[in-house]
Antibody
Framework: EVQLVESGGGLVQPGRSLRLSCAAS????????MHWVRQAPGKGLEWVSC????????VYADSVKGRFTISRDNARNSLYLQMSSLKAEDTAFYYC??????????????WGQGILVTVSS | DIQLTQSPSFLSASVGDRVTITCRAS??????LAWYQQKPGKAPELLIY???TLQSGVPSRFSGSESGTEFTLTISSLQPEDFATYYC?????????FGQGTRLEIK
């Protein structure tokens, strides 16, 4: 059974940093591109970032570029999101998601349960 | 960025109804479109990918189609568990944008 379990969320002050982790199991982690998607409370979905299988291709949304860093450790079957210079508008549920295929991007077939990050003083 | 506009934003329907949700892209995205269902307090679930391919385990009452830059999600006969919010997503160009969502409620 595929599982994605996020951790590391919580309340953080504006301008501070936070690191999210996602523990993956039930599939061959290092075969797949992984993504982070976020959702502000009561709002729609926003794609944040992706990283390919060997970390050779990384892309960010403009809203987080220069502040967030995505990474992965294939030996630990883990995905990370290092968030710095956090702003109130970064407040959201953050989801770790898996690309459906090993090549190309066609959809995200498994999602974590989501972890809430609240940026507030 | 590619903009996705869903219509309607809100839909009220009854069990057994046939409903259609439309997603219009601001430019061509080939067939790189996915549909998701999200229930309150839960993560989204993939329904359709590549515009018309049903994800494994998704009931056959769900279907997707495309015509140029207009994509459609159809539920042939609404079931009580289908009342949720639906999102389209394009995966042709970064950033992988989502539509604003369509909230489907019980009439």
């Amino acid at each position: 059974e595929v599982q994605l379990v996020e951790s590391g969320g919580g309340l953080v002050q504006p301008g501070r940093s936070l690191r999210l982790s996602c523990a993956a199991s039930g599939f061959t982690f290092d075969d797949y591109t992984m993504h982070w998607v976020r959702q502000a409370p009561g709002k729609g979905l926003e794609w944040v970032s992706c990283i390919n299988w060997n970390s050779g291709h990384i892309v960010y949304a403009d809203s987080v570029k220069g502040r967030f860093t995505i990474s992965r450790d294939n030996a630990r079957n883990s995905l990370y999101l290092q968030m710095s210079s956090l702003k109130a508008e970064d407040t959201a549920f953050y989801y770790c998601t898996k690309d459906i295929g090993v090549s190309g991007h066609r959809g995200f077939d498994y999602w974590g349960q989501g972890i809430l990050v609240t940026v507030s003083s | 960025d590619i903009q996705l506009t869903q219509s309607p934003s809100f839909l009220s329907a009854s069990v057994g109804d046939r409903v259609t949700i439309t997603c219009r892209a601001s430019q061509g995205i080939s067939s790189y479109l996915a549909w998701y269902q999200q229930k309150p307090g839960k993560a989204p679930e993939l329904l359709i990918y590549a515009a018309s391919t049903l994800q494994s385990g998704v009931p056959s009452r769900f279907s997707g189609s495309e015509s140029g830059t207009e994509f459609t999600l159809t539920i042939s006969s609404l079931q009580p568990e289908d009342f949720a919010t639906y999102y389209c997503q394009q995966l042709n160009n970064y950033p992988f944008t989502f539509g604003q969502g369509t909230r489907l409620e019980i009439k």
